[in-house]
């Protein structure tokens, strides 16, 4: 007998990303204020458009979780109970705030009684000793440590649900994106090199950053070196891989996870579109009984791909850290699609559907494309006509931003009978059609 369906929880760095996560699929999403969030240097959500994000996903019956997940120093208190006092005049509030700080969970539960605790994967929550604790201080979700394996999450479950304490907390799991080298992201390389606080949400990522190096040794260890392998460009000794679990959904739901969350408020709607799109296709299916093999698993993976992107691995999830710490070989980013537009309206002219879009990056006229709708994957076209905002015909939308239309013709619908069923609909996304 399946589990409760899991939730999927997408990343919102801004509205349009909100937007996109709730669109493609997503349950909830979570976001940040301009401050105390662990990103902040993403473009993140005022205080008016932190209200009118709860007003619109509210509509949807959707869920969207505040981070307030630093770790403060005693001059941010202040500052910190006049957020949280923000936050409370709301007219429509966020459903949980997520913390890694006892003193920040101490101030929410003071100011913001009405509304749920997560604790956040900074917190390092490793086995169900804490999570009981944690249950014990008002929290109802623990978004658990990246390090676990799934042996270690099965125990914390099992443990849990013999506990009359921890019996109805929730358990939250990282399952797509960039993965940190520390320990749930407690870092001090960023401190030391940029004088920017990792902990406090201003890392510059060092660990990405090219080191020159061929031996390392500890001190009373002399003759003990280490190599530390280096080609041309340098060695890339802290940087890790992509998580990627999307294949792996049955396991992840066998684990009595609540809650599938995916990094990236700082990538691209496109981003934030596609992946959701691919994990709600994946735990769709696996609910509905369809085994994730063959084609199917290699459309999951194809999608997965289509995003910018470090080499993929499952994280520690089947081994433990120690067996493998996944350090990538290939420094950049890995691009396999450009995002081209959004669809942003439709309408009917002479028999033809006119889809009208938001340009992202360059079209050309007869390029190979795909569009991106909500619970399908990416389908194939050909742009064989192009058309700016007044109707004239073009050879390519280069402007950023500009508005561009695509007649769905015979020759668009021949390229995929999947347009004879379907149209171009607001919101689907129209990306390069070959990897680049």
Request: aromatic share 10%.
């Amino acid at each position: 007998m399946l589990s409760k369906k899991p939730e999927i929880l997408s990343p919102a760095g801004n509205f349009e990303k909100l937007k996109a996560a709730l669109l493609f699929g997503g349950n909830a999403v979570y976001f940040s204020g301009k401050d105390f969030g662990m990103r902040a240097a993403a473009d993140n959500f005022t205080l008016d458009e932190i209200e009118q994000a709860c007003v619109y996903t509210h509509n949807l019956k959707k869920k969207l979780y505040l981070t307030v997940n630093i770790i403060p120093k005693a001059g941010d208190i202040y500052k910190l109970e006049e957020y949280l006092y923000s936050i409370k005049n709301l007219k429509d509030r966020p459903d949980a705030v997520i913390c890694a700080d006892i003193g920040v969970v101490s101030l929410v539960r003071k100011i913001l009684p009405g509304i749920d605790i997560h604790i956040s994967t900074q917190a390092n929550v490793q086995n169900y000793l804490s999570c009981v604790e944690w249950a014990k201080l008002g929290a109802k979700r623990i978004i658990l440590s990246r390090e676990l394996t799934f042996e270690d999450i099965k125990t914390i479950k099992q443990k849990l649900e013999k506990s009359s304490v921890g019996k109805n907390i929730e358990l939250e799991c990282f399952v797509h994106g960039s993965m940190c080298v520390a320990y749930s992201g407690r870092c001090l390389l960023s401190n030391y090199y940029a004088s920017r606080d990792a902990n406090k949400g201003g890392c510059a990522q060092p660990c990405r950053w090219k080191y020159r190096t061929h031996y390392i040794s500890e001190e009373k260890r002399p003759g003990e070196e280490l190599e530390i392998s280096e080609d041309d460009t340098g060695t890339f000794l802290f940087s890790s891989k992509d998580l990627r679990m999307v294949e792996h959904i049955g396991d992840l739901a066998d684990c009595g996870i609540d809650s599938f969350k995916i990094e990236g408020r700082m990538k691209s709607a496109y981003y934030t579109a596609c992946i959701t799109n691919a994990y709600r296709i994946a735990l769709d299916s696996y609910y509905n009984g369809v085994n994730l093999t063959g084609k199917l698993t290699d459309k999951l993976i194809e999608e997965t791909q289509s995003v910018s992107r470090r080499e993929y691995y499952t994280g520690f999830f089947y081994n433990p850290t120690q067996k493998n710490a996944a350090v990538c070989e290939n420094p950049e980013y890995i691009r396999e699609r450009i995002y081209l537009g959004t669809c942003i309206g439709r309408y009917s002219d002479g028999g033809y559907n006119i889809a009208v879009f938001e340009q992202k990056n360059k079209i050309f006229l007869n390029q190979d494309a795909q569009i991106l709708s909500p619970g399908h994957f990416g389908e194939d076209i050909i742009i064989s006509n192009l058309f700016d905002k007044d109707d004239n015909p073009i050879e390519s939308a280069p402007h950023p931003m500009m508005i561009f239309k695509i007649k769905i013709d015979e020759k668009i619908k021949a390229a995929n009978n999947i347009w004879r069923e379907r149209e171009i609909k607001p919101g689907d996304i129209l990306r390069s059609g070959r990897p680049v």
